[in-house]
Structures are given as C-alpha cells and as structure tokens.
C-alpha cells in the first residue's frame, strides 16, 4: 500500500529475458503498465538498433492501415469501436497480419485505380455527349450565318490600327474578298470543353493570337462535372473555333492545349455526328453500370475492413511499441538474452513476477529473472493516484515534479485549494451553480468519459470535477459565513440588531448609528452563523468587511505558511537532514513565529479583550482597541509609547509587559537571520575539515548511517563559496518572503471583496431595471431581464471571477505554501504501458483528422 | 416537431428551471416585504412625507411580488416549451 503522502519507492531492477520470450514478457509488462524501462542504448541511433526492422515494418502496418481508414472515411462508412482490448499479438502472427494489409492495400489501390480510369472515361464520353448537343445548336445557326460571317467576325467600328490585321495568306483574303461557297469549305473548326472561369482569358487570348481571324461561340454546360482526379465538382463550358487554314489551326490547338481545354473529334456533317451521339449514349450506359459495380466492389472491401481497423490498429501499436521496448534492451551474446534495466515501484515487484512468469509461459522458455538493483542516482517519483486525487496531483505536477520520496503536498491541497478558493468566491447562489455544475459532471462520470470530445476547454472541466465539486460546495459554505446569495443577505435565524428609534429621530438624522451597548439595539448574542443579516443594509458594511477579511486573510495565510513549514520538517527527518533541522527549520520556526504568528495573536487578543457592554471597563471600549498595524510597525522599529496616564486613560498596549516582550522577539527575530545564514555552511565546512583529517574512512562510516532504502547520494562537492552562496541566497528568500508572502495572502481578502462588490454591481445595474419597472409591464421585462442578469451572471461572476480566483488560489499554494518545503526537483514514473501509448496515438490520430 | 436545437433547448430549459425557483422565491420575499429588497424599490420622487414614502412603498413590494410571479409563470411556459423541445431533441 503506497503512502498519500510520499511518493513511491521505486526499484531500478535488472531483467534477464531468454531472447524466446522477450516478446511475450514485455507484452504482459505492456498490459500491467507499472515498469519504466531505461534506455541501454542511448548512443545507439534509432537506425542501428537490433529490432529496427520489425518496427520498420510495424510503421509500414500502420501506413496501409491509415490510408485504409482515410478511404473508409471518404466513403463516410462508421468504424465500429467496440472499446474491447486485443492482447498484443504473437511475432509469427505479424506476417498474417502484414499479408492481409498488403492485400488489402493492393485490392483497394487496384479498384481505386480503375474506378479513376472509368470515371475519366466517363467524363469525357459526357463532355463529348455535351458537344454534340451544343454543337448541333451552333451549326443549325451557322449554317444561315455564313455568308455574312465575314463581317460577322470583326467588330466593324474599329479604329484602323486596331483592325484585324490579315497574313498575307491568300486564302485569307481569298475568303475576305471574295467570299464562296466553296472556299467556305475550307473552314475548318475545334470543339471542345474548358472550365467555365476560363472562358473569358481564353477567348481575349484566341482573339489577340489569331488576330481576329477566328469565330468562337460558346455554350455552358449546366450539371456540374465531376473532376475524377480531385472529386470536386466542376463547371465547365462547351466551345467551337471556327477558323480558315493550317496555319491557324495549329495556333488554335496550342492556345487549346495551353488552357487546358479538352478537345474531342466532332463529324462536319450532321448524320455522322447524330450517329455519334447515339454511340456515345449507348457506352455512357454501359459504363454506368460497370462504374456503380465497382463502387460496390470499393464499398464492400471498405466495410468488411472497416469492422476490424480498430482492432488491427491497436495490434499494430501494441507490437511497435514492443519492439521499441526490446531496442532499449542489451544483448547478452553468450547466453542468448536480453538485459533490460527498468524502475518498478516495489510494492508491486511481485506482480511483475507474476506478469514475467506468464509471459514466459506462454513461449515456453526458461524463466526470465528479476534482479533488484542498488542505484546511484535518484529514482522517478510515483504517486499513485486515483480519479479523485488526480487531478490534484496534476496541479502539484504542474509546478514541479516532487523529488524522490519528498513530501507530497497534493493531500493537503485537496482541502485547502479548494477552501482558499472558496474565501475569494464566496457567495452562496454562485456556490450552488458552481456545485451543481461539478456534481453533474461526478454523477454523469462514465457515459461523460467513454463519450470522447475534442474540446480542450470541456477536457480541462471534465478533468477537474472533483475539484470544481468541493470549490462549490466550500464557497457555499463561505457564501453563509458571509451572508452573501447574489449580493443579497439571508436572514434565517433573526438579525440580533433592532431599530428601536421613533419617527422623529428617523426624520431628523440622516444617519443612525447602532449602539451594541444598548441592549434594545443589540441582543448581546451574535447572530447564529455568520455576518448579522442586517449589515447589508449598513452604509458602513464595506468597512466593517474589509477589516474582518484582511484580518482572517493574514490569519489563514500565515497557518497555511506554518503548516508549509513544519511539513519541512517530515522532510529533513526523512532525509535524515539533522543540520537542516538545526539551522534552517527551527531559526524560521522562530523566525515566522516572533513576528508573524505573535502578529495573528495581537488580532486575537484584539477580537476576544475589546468590545462594547455593559461592564466593559473603558480601557477595553472599542474607542481604545489599538491599530494592529501602527502597533506591529512600532514592534519593528522598537518604539515604545507613553504610559497610560491613569486607569481610566486608554492604553496603547493590549497587556502588561508588551513592550518588553515585544522587544524580546524582534531581538530572536533578528538573531535568527545570521543563524539562518551561516551556522549551515559553517557546519559542512567543519564537517569536511574533520573528514580531510580523519581520511576516507570518515567518508565510509558516514555513508553506513544513511538508511539503505534511501540511494546513495554521490558525495557533494563541498565548494564553500557555493555553499555561502546558496544559503545566502536561501535565507534572503525566507525572510523577504515571509513579509512578502504574508502580504499576498491580502489577495484573499482583496478579490473576496470585488467579488461581492461586483456580484452587487450587477444586481443594482441590471436586475433592479427589471424590479423597479412600474406597473404590470414590469413583469415582462423582468422576464428578460432577469435571463440577462443570469447570463450575466454565469459568465462573469462564475465563469471569470471563477477563473481569476482560482489563479490566485493556485499561485498561493505554488509560491506561497510550497516554497516553504517543497524541492520539486523529481521526475516522473512513466511506465511502459499499453494503455497509455494507446490514448497517446489515438489523440494524435484525433489531432490530424 | 422541433424548432429548437439540442443546446439551445437545454439552455433555455436550465434558464427557466432556475428562474423559477429564484423568482417564486423573490416574489414570496416581496409578498413578505423582506427589508433586504429595500434598494429595489420603485418608489416616486415626490412622496418625502412619511406617510406616503411608507404608501409607496407598500405598493411597490406588493407590485414586485406580482411582476416576479409574472416573470416566473412566463418561465414556466418556456420551460414547458423548451422541455419539450429537450424531448424532442435527446429521445432516441
């Protein structure tokens, strides 16, 4: 059983595998998921590596399997995912499964090919069915146009220069000049098809390179077209280029060519050509016929694989990321095995004997061997975690993996991140909807994690909804202690304040000030729980609540910072760090506690000797409670003050003696500082003059008293200008930071506050519009209004006030809590583990798409 | 038949079930002329004689109380509504 509160001890092992059953040992070692390999080969490039060729081969798998998946989705066919796990399959099963890819893959490239080959076909027998129509059109009106189509040609209103200019070719002129019926013949034309978005260029083109000495007419053509190299579909136009010569028409076909238009034979006579268009008709239906066969054909290989590709998927990772394992392995030459070195957490050393006895069982070789081994360097730190602890560790994680085996801050965070959240957040109606949100996410848990969803943001929710659930449920409860439910206060119990004054004194004060003295004013017993209900209609409340959170702001951050302190504790015990317990634990102890935590302790004795009563003497009235501030600030400076002048005077100090006692612990503060900085670098430093004069054997004996579960630290370079150095370093950290520190902890109170003035901001700003509409109409606006103000609502108050404080909270456990012990220094377990490799391929897969 | 989406219904669904509950609370709350609504008033500008302040005011908690009732019955419909095109939009 591994401790919440450290991190795992983990074993560097050494493995001996019979080279038979290194495959099916690391498999199991695969599917129990709790073995970090080490990397034997580290110099060795991925090339030159023993099984280099089988993850070769694997990547060759998964190439065929994703172009089987990409055409699988072209043909939009559901995958199924059944969610089952195939155990990694048997080397000797690769080469099936390699064969039945290799099979596929050429099947579908075969038909794909083919389905290509038939669809361009099938494009150009409909283009050419396309020209025949138009065509027929073209000719049916050329067939009168004739005789003028000379003028017809040329624009007639041309300036000179612009004017068709004419080769000296005679038939050209021939044909200008004396135009008849017989040279008409020699009119040659082109048909063809272009893309639609072309036809403009392409006629300023032809008109420019033949110099006017050509007719085009155009039609479109309506339907779409399907581009069998793309899939897309394009619109395209049918044309004709009617022109006189040899000369030209060489031109025309290059121009053609150049637009990549597509040109097809076209009969001058009309019988030939009807007797084309009936042939062209009949293949087009033929080939309709065979074209949807072999989309069947597709369609079928593409759903029986389809049933399997998950499957196969996982199989193929599975025995990459085997074969990638065993490349880290050494290569026992004389015994014909393989060595592998990996970190396994101990207590779970005998299920990886079990796992190895299982695997070696199932190849039937001799026995692999598990050795543990005594390492120099530290081991990875492993916490084991649950769904719930998860993500708390996560947060921990983020700042810095913990050193080996130091303490592990998380279990702490579980309560007080979400209670140090809670103070800035504390209203109750924005408690509950924060509540709800995180127990619908813990009660929908299973059908919300199998259900996979690519948002990052909804990812990051889902992840922390324990941690959403108890922020909730802590600021519902800070919401009550402040009497706060969307800036509105509730009152249960009956407020213990009364307004006793009559009409008159009403009328005539603009303000009231409630006496707690006076029993028909003030009950004398505080209201049950929390802030007095009648506080939210005092104009002094905001005073009265920035002096009451900044009070219990610094008393929660300086427990919290104590807490962190005395942790460090547990942790040079541990370590066996008797001198850090010397110099640095108990000189901070002293330290924090002469001037922060005596600080906590004046606030105390504020709240419990001074009030308002019957019997009060006047020395204790609220008129002669000292400024706590003005007062620690004197502490610090060692100024006294004048002593009260009688009994019945008020008094500057809280009780007999503070002067001096004040006096004493800013002199222990002050003393711990140089104790701080150089009792520890004057210890090593006498420390290693005493081994120089002992010699070695002083080293040896030092290094027997160091338990055996820990590793052995290599010995450190005593450099003593480092050591100055970083302790000096260390002790300016502590003692700025505890004033800096205990500063910040004033974020608690400060985002406390905008969070209730602003959650009271949008009531009066934009709820009261709908409340304090008169008549009956008020009762429609306050149906709109109010969905404003609950947007409103969510989306600032809960949402990005939500957001903001649990930053803060996050920054107060980061730097505030954990600077006090916490190294950070580790890094993690990864375990080989199937399950792991697979998610991590399958988002990467997800990212792609 | 559906004229709302699958979000757009649970949106509306959640918004009314929570306007519901909170302004049949707040009309019980200004039936009772809970003090803490004190600064949601409407009261008039011209009524400084206490008499006719306290009148106003009176008037207004009990005008509230309907207009949230209102507001809430409204919601009901649309909950009905939206609950509905939920139904409409998740049954399979």
């Not at chain 1, 707690?516 to 009950?523: H, I, N, R, S, V």
């Not at chain 1, 049950?528 to 104009?539: N, T």
Request: charged content about 20%; hydrophobic content about 45%.
């Amino acid at each position: 059983m591994g401790s919440l509160f450290r991190s795992e001890e983990v074993a560097l092992c050494q493995l001996f595998l019979q080279s038979e059953s290194a495959y099916t040992c690391v498999s199991e070692l695969g599917e129990l998921g709790l073995v970090q390999f080490r990397d034997l080969n580290p110099d060795v490039n991925a090339f030159q590596r023993k099984f280099v060729n089988e993850v070769r081969r694997c990547d060759e798998m998964e190439r065929k399997l994703r172009y089987l998946e990409r055409e699988i989705r072209r043909d939009a066919i559901p995958m199924q995912d059944t969610g089952d796990n195939p155990e990694a399959p048997m080397p000797r099963e690769m080469i099936d499964l390699e064969a039945n890819f290799e099979k596929l893959e050429n099947e579908l490239k075969e038909v794909n090919s083919n389905a290509e080959a038939l669809k361009r076909n099938y494009l150009e027998l409909t283009e050419l069915r396309h020209i025949l129509k138009k065509t027929q059109v073209f000719f049916d009106e050329e067939g009168h146009l004739w005789p003028w189509q000379a003028e017809a040609m040329y624009p007639p209103n041309l300036p000179p220069d612009q004017a068709p200019y004419f080769d000296d070719d005679d038939e050209t002129i021939n044909l200008l000049t004396d135009i008849s019926l017989h040279q008409l013949k020699h009119i040659g034309f082109v048909a063809g098809v272009i893309l639609r978005e072309r036809v403009a260029s392409f006629e300023r083109m032809l008109w420019r390179a033949c110099r006017g000495n050509v007719f085009l007419r155009q039609a479109q053509i309506e339907e779409p077209l399907e581009d069998p190299a793309t899939g897309e579909q394009v619109y395209k136009s049918v044309f004709i280029i009617f022109f006189q010569g040899e000369q030209l028409k060489l031109r025309v076909k290059k121009i053609c060519e150049g637009f990549r238009a597509t040109m097809y034979p076209c009969p001058e006579a009309p019988a030939d050509r009807r007797e084309m268009a009936m042939g062209v008709k009949t293949r087009l239906d033929d080939l309709n016929t065979v074209l949807s066969q072999t989309q069947d054909h597709r369609h079928r290989v593409l759903v029986s694989a389809a049933r399997n590709l998950r499957s196969w998927m996982l199989k193929v990772w599975k025995i990459k990321a085997i074969y990638h394992s065993l490349n880290m392995f050494n290569i026992d030459t004389i015994q014909n095995g393989l060595i592998a070195e990996c970190w396994i957490p101990v207590p779970d050393l005998e299920t990886v004997q079990l796992a190895l006895r299982r695997g070696t069982e199932k190849s039937g070789s001799l026995p692999a061997i598990l050795n543990r081994l005594s390492c120099v360097e530290s081991p990875p730190t492993f916490h084991r975690t649950n769904k719930f602890t998860r993500a708390f560790q996560g947060l921990i994680d983020s700042y810095g993996v913990a050193s080996y085996r130091e303490m592990n801050p998380a279990v702490y965070t579980i309560i007080t991140f979400p209670f140090l959240f809670a103070i800035m957040f504390g209203d109750l109606g924005h408690g509950i909807i924060m509540t709800l949100f995180g127990a619908w996410m813990v009660w929908k848990e299973k059908p919300l994690s199998v259900k996979k969803v690519d948002s990052e943001i909804w990812n990051i929710f889902f992840g922390g909804r324990y941690i959403i659930l108890l922020m909730g449920t802590f600021s519902m409860y800070t919401g009550i202690i402040y009497n706060d439910v969307f800036s509105k206060s509730l009152n249960l119990f009956g407020s213990s304040w009364h307004v006793p004054f009559n009409e008159s004194t009403i009328r005539d004060n603009r303000e009231i000030m409630l006496d707690p003295k006076q029993p028909d004013q003030y009950e004398g017993t505080p209201y049950p729980i929390g802030l007095d209900p009648l506080w939210q209609l005092a104009a002094n409340k905001i005073n009265f609540l920035n002096s009451y959170k900044m009070k219990i702001s610094i008393i929660f951050g300086i427990v919290h910072m104590m807490f962190g302190i005395i942790l460090s504790l547990w942790n040079h015990r541990f370590f066996n760090r008797r001198l850090n317990v010397l110099c640095e634990f108990i000189p901070q102890v002293l330290f924090m506690s002469c001037l922060f935590v005596y600080l906590t302790l004046l606030v105390f004795i504020k709240w419990v000797n001074y009030g308002a009563g019957e019997d009060v003497p006047l020395v204790l009235t609220p008129g002669c409670a000292p400024s706590i501030l003005i007062t620690f600030i004197n502490m610090v400076l060692m100024k006294g003050y004048e002593e009260a002048k009688g009994p019945n005077s008020c008094s500057a100090y809280m009780y007999d003696g503070q002067f001096y006692l004040q006096r004493m612990m800013v002199v222990v503060a002050v003393i711990c500082v140089p104790w701080m900085l150089v009792a520890k670098p004057y210890f090593l430093y006498r420390a290693s003059k005493q081994r120089a004069m002992l010699g070695t054997g002083g080293v040896e004996g030092a290094m027997e008293e160091t338990p055996s579960t820990m590793p052995v630290q290599p010995a450190e370079d005593h450099d003593m200008s480092e050591i100055l150095i970083h302790q000096g370093i260390h002790t300016i950290e502590f003692v700025l930071g505890s004033v800096s520190h205990t500063a910040s902890y004033l974020r608690l109170w400060a985002l406390s506050l905008a969070h209730a003035q602003l959650s009271e901001v949008l009531w009066g700003m934009v709820l009261r519009i709908g409340l304090s509409t008169a008549g009956t109409t008020g009762g429609f606006a306050m149906y709109f209004i109010f969905a404003a103000w609950a947007t409103l609502t969510v989306v600032i108050l809960v949402l990005m006030e939500g957001l903001s404080a649990f930053l803060h909270t996050l920054r107060l456990h980061w730097v505030e809590f954990q600077s006090k012990f916490y190294e950070g220094q580790g890094y993690a377990f990864v375990p080989f583990s199937f399950d792991s490799i697979l998610e991590a391929n399958e988002s990467t897969v997800t990212e792609a798409k | 038949m559906k004229f709302c989406g699958p979000k757009l219904s649970l949106c509306c669904t959640i918004l009314s079930v929570w306007g519901i509950i909170q302004l049949g609370i707040m009309g019980i709350l200004f039936y009772i002329k809970s003090p803490a609504f004190l600064e949601d008033l409407f009261i008039p500008e011209n009524a400084t004689e206490p008499a006719a302040y306290i009148d106003a005011m009176e008037k207004s908690f009990s005008q509230i109380a309907l207009n949230c009732w209102i507001a809430t019955a409204l919601y009901g419909g649309t909950f009905v509504l939206s609950g509905w095109q939920m139904w409409l939009n998740f049954k399979k």
